[in-house]
């Protein structure tokens, strides 16, 4: 098997997985709360970061790390997971799946728009072009396929799911600065911010929650939305003969999480879902053309 072959099944197997989360966070928050949500599938993701830490050999890195970075991830981790997935699957508790998962995918979009003040990037005219065709795929999911009516099904929920984009937006641009191995800057990000998360919880909602199966639930997002997922991805990366090669595979995603979100969750997908989709798909698309990475 060649390395690109390699990069390629590490790829997919990611793409597949998170293809499958959008699902898992609306059967989880048929019982549970989304901050009892976050709480457990933080444990979980914990978890298994922690074996993946050890098992990749960066435990000794783990006691090298300065405190001045400790302090840095442990703030990263009030953005995320403690602030995004706790906006996001409040999110997914308001909308249905199908309008939830394709507005939160337009985050490469909003991420191309906060790097020009805060990393003295440029636009292109084609990334302008990208903005607009995207945010009018957001508007027609939005509205149910009426754009100039403005009238939103759930406007609160619409709104968490863009601010959703820009705190991810945040954490990954604030991320450039750090220089710990990014697994492990992952692991220390969840650690740091579980007892806020817990904290938050404990005065909220409590942990109690209806059902086991909610529990099941959280496993399973805390395992691939928040963890092993991550992990796939980043080796397919390093694998891959071509960035975009791998970054293409992205797309194939929301598209399989649609049919997941009917089959499984039982949504009835709306036509202008679909279509506000393929013009998200599309922004992406163009927005990635001669794309410039972060530095």
């Given at each position: 098997?060649?390395?690109?072959?390699?990069?390629?099944?590490?790829?997919?197997?990611?793409?597949?997985?998170?293809?499958?989360?959008?699902?898992?966070?609306?059967?989880?928050?048929?019982?549970?709360?989304?901050?009892?949500?976050?709480?457990?599938?933080?444990?979980?993701?914990?978890?298994?970061?922690?074996?993946?830490?050890?098992i990749q050999g960066?435990?000794?890195?783990?006691?090298?790390?300065?405190?001045?970075?400790?302090?840095?991830?442990?703030?990263?981790?009030?953005?995320?997971?403690?602030?995004?997935?706790?906006?996001?699957?409040?999110?997914?508790?308001?909308?249905?799946?199908?309008?939830?998962?394709?507005?939160?995918?337009?985050?490469?979009?909003?991420?191309?728009?906060?790097?020009?003040?805060?990393?003295?990037?440029?636009?292109?005219k084609i990334d302008?072009?990208?903005?607009?065709?995207?945010?009018?795929?957001?508007?027609?999911?939005?509205?149910?396929?009426?754009?100039?009516?403005?009238?939103?099904?759930?406007?609160?929920?619409?709104?968490?799911?863009?601010?959703?984009?820009?705190?991810?937006?945040?954490?990954?641009?604030?991320?450039?600065?750090?220089?710990?191995?990014?697994?492990?800057?992952?692991?220390?990000?969840?650690?740091?911010?579980?007892?806020?998360?817990?904290?938050?919880?404990?005065?909220?909602?409590?942990?109690?929650i209806e059902s086991?199966?909610?529990?099941?639930?959280?496993?399973?997002?805390?395992?691939?939305?928040?963890?092993?997922?991550?992990?796939?991805?980043?080796?397919?990366?390093?694998?891959?003969?071509?960035?975009?090669?791998?970054?293409?595979?992205?797309?194939?995603?929301?598209?399989?999480?649609?049919?997941?979100?009917?089959?499984?969750?039982?949504?009835?997908?709306?036509?202008?879902?679909?279509?506000?989709?393929?013009?998200?798909?599309?922004?992406?698309?163009?927005?990635?053309?001669?794309?410039?990475?972060?530095?």
């Amino acid at each position: 098997m060649t390395q690109q072959s390699k990069a390629y099944l590490y790829g997919i197997s990611a793409v597949l997985l998170w293809s499958t989360v959008a699902t898992a966070f609306k059967l989880s928050l048929r019982h549970m709360e989304p901050i009892q949500l976050l709480f457990y599938a933080s444990l979980s993701s914990i978890t298994i970061l922690f074996l993946v830490v050890v098992i990749q050999g960066h435990l000794k890195t783990l006691k090298s790390i300065p405190r001045s970075e400790l302090i840095f991830c442990a703030g990263m981790g009030l953005l995320n997971p403690c602030l995004y997935y706790w906006v996001l699957f409040k999110a997914y508790d308001l909308l249905p799946a199908q309008e939830a998962q394709p507005l939160n995918y337009t985050w490469a979009i909003t991420l191309s728009i906060l790097a020009v003040p805060l990393l003295k990037q440029h636009l292109r005219k084609i990334d302008l072009v990208a903005i607009g065709v995207s945010y009018f795929g957001i508007l027609v999911i939005a509205t149910h396929g009426s754009p100039l009516s403005l009238h939103f099904s759930d406007g609160f929920g619409v709104s968490l799911a863009l601010v959703s984009t820009l705190i991810w937006s945040l954490f990954w641009i604030f991320n450039t600065r750090s220089h710990i191995e990014p697994v492990v800057g992952l692991f220390l990000n969840f650690l740091f911010a579980l007892p806020v998360i817990a904290l938050i919880t404990g005065f909220t909602t409590g942990f109690q929650i209806e059902s086991t199966d909610g529990l099941y639930g959280a496993a399973y997002v805390g395992l691939f939305e928040m963890g092993i997922t991550f992990v796939l991805w980043l080796k397919a990366l390093r694998l891959t003969e071509s960035a975009s090669k791998i970054a293409n595979l992205i797309f194939l995603s929301p598209i399989l999480s649609l049919f997941l979100i009917h089959f499984i969750v039982g949504e009835t997908i709306h036509w202008s879902s679909g279509i506000g989709l393929l013009l998200i798909i599309a922004g992406n698309a163009l927005q990635q053309t001669g794309k410039r990475q972060l530095a």
